[in-house]
């Protein structure tokens, strides 16, 4: 196949299209939708608006509840281990704080543990990959916090809730938005650096659906900077850390409160105990479910773990029949197909256009009206940019950044989104790139309170597992800030918890036997078995995970 | 043939042959052959440095270095996984730090044995210049660290490959905190906003949107006026 500057002779000729209509398009504005507009495109084309690949829950807290056929396979599932599997008498961790999961929500949750009276000792977090291996390493455009005279905490709620289709926990938006200018001022003591203008301001910028500039980054690597950082301070507190060991059930103590876990070291594939007076659940998301098939920017653990565990424990889960489509992951190349196009590049000014170089919706839109829209312009009206492996793309014009922004934007803002391209021999600074939605977030998870309470004694959750801050469809640059907050709130309420308690007596994983009757009497007759913890690309699965068959 | 195994391209994967389709990044090219990861494989998109790979191609002598999950597989080549690497970390707390030039060279003494060899540049899968980012740590330049290094993935790579035996990684980590806690000040705005917060500015309104139903709370929604991209304005702002 022959290439020039990386695109196919097809390609290259929408590419001329688009160049032609540039400079007409640069002086456009596109409507945003109304209300109305937005229902529809999401009824027709928004790929959670399609009752057939959902189903109802048939046991547990949620019965009754819909989620898509995936996510209820992992819940109607039967556990790794049962009962007798494990010697519950012989503790091999004997802790105040368990801490599940390595990504930004647990590792914020340990530092204020830490800071709240739980000693580094006392803590220990067990995570499946590396400390850091998680989605808050991948976060590229930005944190969110209205901190401009221009802008307030009150604009950020409305944003918020209404991109959350009104559905979101008000006492969580609440939390959220208030706490969003102290986390950046934590993170500044940490000595994590945002991007500041010359006067030493913050360099602010939109993303979809947020009504003032609000959105903080590090160049294009703003999770990963926020990452580094907490992840240095956790090692120099010295707090233990156990690697590739996840958690595989949560254990209870006699009286009903989550009392630790059992652990399942996954290279020399033993079982450990773990005895906690309190418990922070922070295992993230399920893209690597590959909900409907779609490919996912997520990292290789995010198998929704946490959600099986709490949900086997009895936690009441939430506005899990609604995932997050990012409307940019990468559609071209074929190695890089379904990682992250951060939203900074339309922030910055890159415009989605169709084959024909038309500029076709708002750039701003909520993302799963934004994600909507682009199924829409490729299957509805036939208008995507189709590569050699079939798949069809929307162009996100980004020659435009550097007309707009002036030369060496791109190096300046967005030279992780550079590198990846020019790795496979694109240069972004010059030609469009090709997108298409991609799996991106999970919306809903186990509910808390505004304290990161679960509704189960003993047991806190902060970040992606945990579901009521973003309603039905989160917004840019909540996801950070969401990890940040409650996994903050998550580890004082655990640590005022643990403090006030003595040792756990009898650890049981009753709940679990009890779970298997109730899938018993639900009817449910499966083999498969959850926690997933890892996802299997081997063989030809690993090229099975290509879109080509979305509608 | 199918068309799958016209295109087979032969990888060595720690020495064993195995055909797999060309076109694949080196991490989906070791799952066909069979592998699944538990170490070895983390972000999957270039931003966690779980994946650091050591590789030789075909005919050459040249040792290379890459991420698996953003480099293709080629025809020829021998490759192997870097699970871990031991680099060396101290231990220190920002806070009761006063950064001054010797700093960086007062935790990492071994800065000073680098003999500028440039094997840590040229081993970077990020292309970072990371030699000269030593040479500014022994300088004791923070902020030229912090340029020069802030697209580090901690990958290891250098580490494995420096004959001074420097962590540099683990240097710029610290330069990059210290040049932010000390030398780029908190903006006058966020501290002002936080005393407006503490002082419960915002209460009252939120307290009354959160009393709204559904549809009220829709209309303050759509109401709502959007701030514009002005055009030229937005990074130089």
């Known amino acids: 196949m022959k290439l020039i500057g990386g695109y196919t002779e097809e390609m290259r000729e929408s590419i001329e299209k688009v160049e032609k209509t540039r400079d007409r398009r640069m002086k456009m504005e596109f409507e945003a939708m109304s209300m109305a507009e937005r229902d529809e495109v999401l009824n027709k084309y928004h790929p959670d608006y399609k009752p057939e690949l959902k189903r109802t829950v048939s046991l547990g807290p949620n019965k009754g509840d819909i989620a898509p056929n995936e996510v209820v396979d992992l819940l109607e599932a039967h556990p790794l281990i049962t009962e007798k599997d494990i010697d519950l008498t012989k503790i091999d961790y004997d802790v105040d704080l368990l801490i599940i999961g390595g990504g ?11 800071d709240n009276g739980i000693p580094a000792e006392n803590i220990l977090m067990v ?23 221009e802008d307030s905490p009150i604009l950020h709620y409305l944003d918020a809730i209404g991109g959350g289709h009104f559905a979101n926990k008000p006492d969580l938006v609440e939390a959220l938005v208030k706490d969003a ?22 360099m602010e910028r939109a993303g979809g659906g947020t009504s003032r500039f609000r959105l903080h980054s590090s160049k294009d690597y703003t999770g990963m900077e926020i990452m580094r950082v907490i992840r240095d301070e956790f090692r120099n507190r010295e707090i233990p850390v156990l690697e590739f060991t996840p958690a595989i059930e949560l254990l209870k103590d006699d009286e009903g409160n989550v009392a630790g876990a059992v652990l399942y070291n996954m290279e020399t594939e033993q079982y450990f105990v773990v005895r906690a007076k309190a418990t922070v659940l922070a295992t993230g998301g399920f893209g690597r479910l590959h909900i409907q098939q779609f490919p996912t920017t997520n990292h290789y653990g995010a198998t929704a773990d946490g959600l099986v565990m709490a949900y086997r424990a009895g936690a009441k889960l939430r506005d899990l029949d609604t995932v997050q489509y990012h409307p940019t992951g990468a559609a071209y190349p074929e190695q890089i197909v379904g990682l992250l196009i951060t939203e ?6 890159a415009q989605p256009v169709n084959k024909n170089g038309e500029l076709f919706v708002f750039p701003m839109e909520p993302r799963d009206v934004e994600a909507a829209s ?34 060496g934007a791109i190096h300046e803002g967005l030279d992780a989104m550079y590198r990846m391209y020019n790795r496979f021999g694109i240069d972004m600074t010059k030609d469009p790139i090709l997108v298409y939605p991609t799996l991106h977030y999970q919306n809903g998870g186990v509910e808390i309170n505004a304290n990161a309470q679960t509704s189960i004694p003993g047991l806190f959750a902060g970040g992606e597992v945990e579901g009521g801050v973003h309603g039905k469809n989160r917004l840019m640059g909540n996801s950070l800030l969401d990890y940040n907050v409650f996994g903050r709130r998550a580890g004082i309420s655990a640590a005022k918890w643990a403090l006030k308690r003595s040792k756990p007596g009898q ?14 009497d639900a009817g449910i007759k499966t083999e498969r078995r959850s926690p997933m913890l890892l996802p299997d690309y081997r063989g030809k699965k690993v090229l099975a995970r290509m879109l080509d068959d979305v509608l | 043939m199918t068309e799958e195994e016209k295109n087979m391209i032969t990888v060595h994967i720690m020495g064993k042959a195995h055909e797999v389709p060309a076109g694949l990044t080196i991490m989906k090219a070791m799952e066909y052959a069979g592998y699944q990861f538990i170490r070895g494989s983390g972000c999957r998109a270039g931003f966690c440095g779980a994946c650091a790979t050591v590789y030789r191609l075909a005919g050459e002598y040249k040792l290379r270095t890459a991420l698996a999950c953003q480099t293709a597989a080629e025809d020829g080549m021998f490759l192997t996984q870097l699970p871990f690497v031991p680099a060396n970390r101290q231990e220190y707390h920002v806070a009761e730090i006063e950064p001054g030039p010797g700093t960086l060279a007062e935790y990492f003494p071994e800065i000073t044995r680098c003999v500028s060899c440039n094997t840590c540049t040229k081993s970077c899968p990020q292309d970072l210049d990371v030699m000269d980012y030593i040479q500014m740590s022994i300088r004791g330049d923070f902020e030229a660290v912090s340029k020069l290094s802030f697209d580090c993935i901690q990958c290891g790579l250098c580490v494995a490959r420096c004959p001074a035996e420097i962590s540099h990684y683990h240097v710029a980590q610290l330069a990059r905190r210290l040049y932010g806690k000390y030398q780029s000040p908190v903006p006058q705005h966020l501290m002002t906003r936080l005393e407006e917060i503490e002082a419960g500015k915002f209460d009252e309104a939120i307290s009354e949107l959160k009393s709204l139903n559904a549809t009220e709370l829709e209309e303050r929604y759509t109401a709502r006026e959007i701030e514009k991209i002005e055009r030229g304005e937005v990074m130089d702002e």
């Not at chain 1, 829409?376 to 980004?398: A, F, K, Q």
């Not at chain 1, 650890?507 to 018993?520: F, K």
């Open chain 1, 104 to 114: 930004g929500g647990g590792t914020v949750a340990a530092l204020w543990a830490n």
């Open chain 1, 127 to 149: 995570t499946k990959l590396r400390h850091g291996d998680a989605n808050s390493m991948m976060a590229q455009g930005g944190i969110q916090a209205a901190d401009r005279e």
């Open chain 1, 181 to 202: 200018p102290f986390i950046l001022k934590w993170h500044e003591e940490l000595g994590v650096q945002y991007d500041k203008n010359q006067d030493g301001t913050y």
């Open chain 1, 344 to 349: 900074k590049v339309r922030g910055m000014g």
């Open chain 1, 374 to 407: 682009f199924i829409r312009e490729c299957y509805g009206r036939g208008n995507g940019v189709e590569t050699p492996t079939g798949m069809h793309g929307i162009w996100l014009d980004s020659p435009m950044i550097e007309e707009i922004n002036g030369e």
């Open chain 1, 507 to 520: 650890l049981t994983l009753n709940h679990v036997s009890s779970y298997e009757r109730q899938m018993m």
